[in-house]
């Protein structure tokens, strides 16, 4: 599967959960620790389901993606 195809499902699935547990604006790990906001857990259950991958295969991924420092930052940051 080509990494665009998942950026495109990563983005719209960032999108969708957004809307759908709120967190507009919320970091998806804030820094010096804490968990994951809502928005970013039920991002990655997405792409581990979409992947068919385990959790920590999705986080790899995203660390891969040309755009990582976006995802990472704003999306499923580790």
């Given at each position: 599967?080509?990494?665009s195809?998942i ?8 999108r ?12 998806a790990a804030p820094e ?8 970013a857990v ?5 792409l581990?389901?979409?992947?068919d991958?385990?959790y ?7 660390s891969e993606?040309?755009?990582s420092?976006?995802h990472r930052?704003?999306v499923?940051?580790?």
């Open positions: 599967m080509s990494m195809k950026s495109r499902f990563t983005s719209k699935a960032v969708l959960a957004k809307n759908a547990v709120g967190g507009r604006g919320e970091v010096g620790g804490g968990g994951f906001a809502d928005y039920v991002s990655l259950h997405c581990r389901v979409y992947l991958k385990s920590r295969d999705g986080l790899d991924l995203l993606m040309p755009q420092r976006h930052r704003h499923l940051r580790p």
